[in-house]
């Protein structure tokens, strides 16, 4: 399975080939992969439902605890499902509304490898895997909402969504990391099964507030809403895969991958149901001030994922059956009609809903997926999302905390959504003819079946509910739930309070639709209020950040080297010295037994350091420096570390000569500092070399510790198979860290050749260009 998910990075390294070798037909056949994945996973149904939890290990780095070790239970087939099928008609959808498009190379690159980091995200059972699979999203994610990146507004929102996103993962490490801690355990499955020995522990409240704010952040809860919707200047097949089954999921995977560890606390239950509720109403209300049809959908969206979150807060057997149920049915129905939507905007040439009308007759198949999920997405029966909202309602009623918000905010949503069902689902087909940019027509296959395929499976499990109640949302529920449930869902259960507030909740669903117009007329008086919302803070903070960097740009990163070692050098002496000398005196102790060629050395390397500060030559002060250099070197030597001393002289007199060669195309030694500066200067650099000496001295005399020195020396041979130990602590020891040196060096060397490539670029380009006359105003 591990080498199953992650060829897919491999598959897109060789998109561009494929696209080579295939063309036009690229889509249908790098569909092939998520169909063939979805295949697989259908084949472990049969063993989930039986209650099975499918583990595939893999090692991956043992020292630091991370395996990449996948599960597959009832949860993570569903979201494993939902991404690899609407994957596959994603990118047969994307063939034809990306069709003869430059960059589809570049999106089929992306996509694919977004497809994989999500899977491997909802499959991770360790919190470190998990984690860099969900940083992997956010990238991914970033580059596919800025796939139009000659348009500012998608570089925008493209870098909205990754700030706000990324933030939140900032916050969600240190909590996976207070939940390691908290628990002893880096594996998912062994922290849920640990019963209250987290929810009592004293890292429960931090943890739980950063694991928060990381899925809050992914999956666009509020006050953090505001970047989903801006997310629509990416294509339509990035916005019906991203914004309907997988990226804003993520977070909602989480909370229900966590529940049965975290969950039921009142903390859990406040925040969650609160924070839901809100947001599923936030989002149905801006959903209906929008003529964009992408909006409508997006906002909606994020009503559906407020829901999701209420309903892992409210926590009871009920709720959580409601929360699969509901997680599937929006799938179904949001990705269609994002497609759809893309389908109108391809054809029409708009995406104003107002602009247009009367389009029944000219595309009759993309009318009739539209109408059955919009049906599905207002709640009507019998589709699939009446059921689903029948349950939340039931779940709502059941709730204890905030019970009467709660259900306020949820009818309110609930009546909202329907008119932005009609909205989306009959104002462009029914109606007066409007003309629109383009003539309209009917979308080709590729952009059909993909919409049609999800709308009739939202009909079949509407009508046929046991279908999907007695297998994989059983399995789903129970694990979220933490142990074994039974899930019995039906089209009908009589006539009760549910019923009565979907019925009444369609009637006020209705009657908004038909007075729209006037409602969002009405509506847009309140813009200068929603100019003051969380994203005009999300502004705000952004212009702070480059109003700081521009003055830290200006006063302290001013080009002035001296002015960058002096503000260095005095952090230093500040927080060192005052850790030195007024929390902990110096304890010095040293016994005086210097030899007399021991003195040479070190005066040689006084001498030179203080002539390379006094020489007015630059040859001079290379020289000094250079003996400051084998001064050191041999001060390695007369302590018995030839090793070291060797590479001194290497680098020393590599230096030297390099020094030399550019020597003579450096300007002159120039007066740019006052005496008083000067003084400065020598005051600074005293200061930090006294810093240094009582350091050394004080490191000198203390012991708090046992060296590592005997577990480097009894192991090198043994563990690392080296004798030279130095060697062993960089390739064996160190080995990540040298990885990262050696991984810096390789970008400052890329950098150096691109500097160079450019300005070899901007020689010819002065040679190509003829001179202009001087301007003599």
């Keep these: 399975m591990q080498l199953a998910v992650l060829s897919g990075f491999v598959l897109a390294a060789f998109a561009p080939l494929l696209h080579r070798w295939f063309g036009g037909r690229t889509s249908l056949v790098l569909a092939v992969f998520p169909a063939a994945l979805a295949l697989w996973f259908l084949g472990q149904v049969p063993a989930v439902m039986d209650g099975e939890v499918l583990t595939l290990a893999l090692e991956w780095v043992p020292s630091l605890g991370m395996s990449l070790t996948f599960v597959i239970d ?15 008609f994603v990118l047969i959808y994307a063939g034809g509304y990306l069709k003869g498009h430059p960059d589809l190379v570049r999106f089929h690159i992306v996509i694919l490898a977004f497809m994989v980091s999500m899977l491997g995200l909802v499959l991770a059972d360790g919190l470190l895997t998990m984690f860099v699979f969900w940083e992997l999203t956010s990238i991914t994610s970033y580059l596919l909402i800025g796939f139009n990146h000659a348009d500012l507004e998608a570089r925008k929102s493209a870098r909205q969504g990754l700030f706000v996103t990324v933030a939140g993962g900032l916050a969600l490490m240190a909590g996976l990391v207070m939940l390691g801690i908290a628990g002893g355990s880096w594996s998912l499955s062994e922290l849920n099964a640990m019963g209250d020995v987290l929810r009592e522990h004293d890292l429960y409240a931090p943890l739980l507030i950063c694991l928060l704010l990381g899925a809050f952040t992914k999956s666009a809860q509020f006050p953090f809403h505001f970047w989903l919707p801006n997310a629509m200047a990416a294509p339509t ?16 995977y ?14 859990w239950i406040g925040i969650l149901s609160v924070v839901g509720a809100l947001t599923m109403f936030t989002g149905a209300f801006l959903a209906i001030r929008h003529t ?7 906002y909606s969206t994020v009503m559906a994922l407020g829901t999701l979150t209420m309903l892992l807060g409210i926590g009871t057997e009920g709720a959580l059956i409601a929360f699969a149920t509901f997680l599937l049915a929006h799938s179904l129905y949001k990705g269609a009609l994002f497609m759809v939507a893309g389908i109108l905007d391809h054809e029409t040439g708009t995406k104003d809903v107002t602009a247009m009308g009367g389009l029944r007759p000219l595309m009759p198949v993309t009318a009739l997926v539209a109408l059955i999920a919009a049906l599905s997405l207002a709640g009507v029966p019998p589709l699939f999302g009446f059921i689903a909202k029948e349950l939340m309602f039931e779940s709502v009623l059941e709730a204890g905390r905030f019970r009467a918000l709660i259900l306020l905010l949820a009818f309110s949503a609930a009546f909202l959504t329907i008119a932005v069902a009609a909205i989306v689902g009959l104002r462009p087909f029914f109606g007066e003819r409007r003309q629109t940019p ?31 109640g007695t297998g994989l949302l059983t399995a789903a529920a129970s694990a979220v739930i933490g142990e074994p449930v039974q899930v019995s869902l039906s089209l009908w259960h009589g006539i009760n309070l549910p019923l009565l507030m979907s019925l009444a909740s369609l009637g006020l669903g209705y009657a908004l639709f038909r007075r729209w117009d006037l409602v969002r007329g009405r509506l847009a008086r309140l813009d200068p209020l929603m100019a003051r919302g969380p994203e005009a803070g999300y502004e ?17 990163q001013n080009g002035y080297m001296r002015n960058y070692i002096m503000v260095m050098v005095l952090t230093l002496i500040g927080l060192v010295g005052n850790s030195l000398l007024l929390r902990h005196a110096p304890a010095i102790a040293f016994h005086v037994d ?11 390397l006084v001498m030179g350091a203080l002539f390379a500060t006094v020489t007015r030559s630059r040859l001079s002060a290379v020289v000094s420096v250079g003996i400051m250099g084998f001064s050191i070197a041999l001060t390695f030597i007369l ?8 590479t001194q002289l290497l680098v020393e007199t590599l230096t030297v000569i390099l020094l030399v060669l550019v020597l003579f195309r450096l300007p002159r030694f120039a007066s740019l500092s006052t005496p008083v500066e000067r003084i400065r200067d020598i005051i600074v650099a005293g200061s930090a070399g006294v810093l240094i000496t009582l350091l050394v001295l004080t490191a000198w005399g203390i012991d708090q510790f046992v060296p590592i020195s005997g577990y480097m020396i009894d192991n090198s041979v043994p563990l690392a198979h080296g004798r030279n130990i130095v060697n062993v602590i960089l390739v064996d020891y160190r080995a990540l860290d040298t990885l990262g040196e050696i991984f810096v060096l390789a970008l400052a060397a890329i950098g150096v050749i691109a500097m160079l490539k450019l300005r070899a670029g901007d020689k010819a380009a002065k040679k190509a260009t003829p001179e202009k006359e001087p301007y003599d105003g």
Excluded: C
């Excluded at 009832?74 to 596959?88: H, N, P, Q, Y």
């Design 594 to 604: 210097v030899r007399f060629h021991e003195v040479v050395v070190v005066g040689m």
């Design 292 to 298: 964009n049809i992408k909006k409508l959908l997006a």
């Design 254 to 267: 989480l909370l229900a991958r966590l529940h049965p560890g975290l969950g039921g606390t009142e903390m």
């Design 639 to 646: 302590f018995s570390a030839p090793d070291l001393g060797i």
């Design 237 to 252: 097949p990035v916005s019906a895969y991203l914004h309907s089954a997988t990226m804003v999921k993520a977070g909602i």
């Design 540 to 556: 705000a903070f952004m212009h702070g950040v480059t109003v700081v960097s521009d003055w830290q740009t200006r006063i302290l």
């Design 438 to 468: 383009r003539v309209a027509h009917e979308a080709p296959a590729s952009m059909l079946i993909g919409p049609a395929v999800l709308a009739i499976l939202s009909l079949l499990l509407g009508l046929t509910p046991m279908l999907a």
């Design 74 to 88: 009832g949860l993570s087939l569903l979201f494993a499902l939902l991404i690899t099928v609407i994957g596959t």
